[in-house]
């Protein structure tokens, strides 16, 4: 089986644009999640996505939204993008969301 | 709120010993709990998890144990290889909800 896979994997940005992520979960999969990993923060997450319903929700402002998709992928946007939003932000798809999770490589954004 | 915490970002140990990591967590009702590795540049791999009906979980080098009563969760790993060095993270689980620990980064010296 395919992996997960995120695109991009590198993102520059300025402050203010937005910009959308994109996760594709190994094939059966219908949990996605989306964390944000910064140094000595660990893995924040965001939120997860189960049959495309938000099931969960991680403490984020609104500027950071998710959806999915029939098909199970899931997009993540970030709107007026702040310095502090540069970070590797890593999607992970389970069958169930509560069993083991399978981790995407992670799309590095840099806001500049 | 950090509702699982790893209080040692790092720990370094020799080639052949054990390497011991901690993770603690505040939310009684978490039911599940894993152990997760991370290589720079890739995405967090599953390592090894355990029920909150066990105490003790092992898979080859492996080990998971769990103090309910503690709210305590360790990794030991024996013996411990260089390829071991990398971020573990812990992470606990309840119904659809799982949270993250901040990741230690392990050294293992040849």
């Known amino acids: 089986k395919a992996g997960v896979t995120q695109t991009p994997r590198y993102l520059i940005k300025t402050r203010g644009q937005q910009v959308t992520l994109s996760c594709s979960p190994i094939?059966?999969?219908?949990?996605v999640s989306w964390y944000q990993q910064t140094p000595g923060q660990g893995l924040q997450f965001l939120f997860e996505?189960?049959?495309?319903?938000?099931?969960n929700k991680g403490n984020f402002p609104g500027r950071f939204s998710g959806r999915q998709f029939s098909n199970s992928r899931s997009e993540m946007n970030v709107s007026t993008l702040e310095l502090g939003d540069s970070a590797l932000y890593l999607c992970?798809?389970?069958?169930?969301?509560?069993?083991?999770?399978?981790f995407g490589p992670g799309t590095r954004l840099t806001v500049l | 709120d950090q509702q699982v915490k790893q209080n040692s970002p790092s720990l370094s140990v020799q080639e052949g010993r054990i390497s011991i990591l901690n993770c603690d967590y505040t939310?009684?009702?978490?039911?599940?709990f894993l152990w997760y590795k991370k290589y720079p540049a890739e995405g967090p791999t599953f390592l090894i998890s355990?029920?909150?009906?066990?105490d003790k979980n092992e898979d080859g080098r492996f080990t998971v144990f769990l103090n309910k009563s503690a709210k305590h969760l360790s990794l030991h790993i024996v013996p411990s290889q260089p390829g071991d060095s990398a971020v573990y993270f812990c992470?606990?689980?309840?119904?659809?909800?799982?949270?993250f620990g901040a990741g230690t980064r392990l050294t293992v010296k040849p």
């Open positions: 094939s059966g999969h219908r949990s």
């Open positions: 355990i029920s909150s009906i066990k």
């Open positions: 992970a798809s389970s069958v169930w969301g509560r069993d083991t999770q399978y």
């Open positions: 992470a606990a689980s309840r119904d659809n909800d799982m949270r």
């Open positions: 996505y189960f049959s495309e319903t938000q099931r």
């Open positions: 939310n009684s009702m978490f039911d599940y």
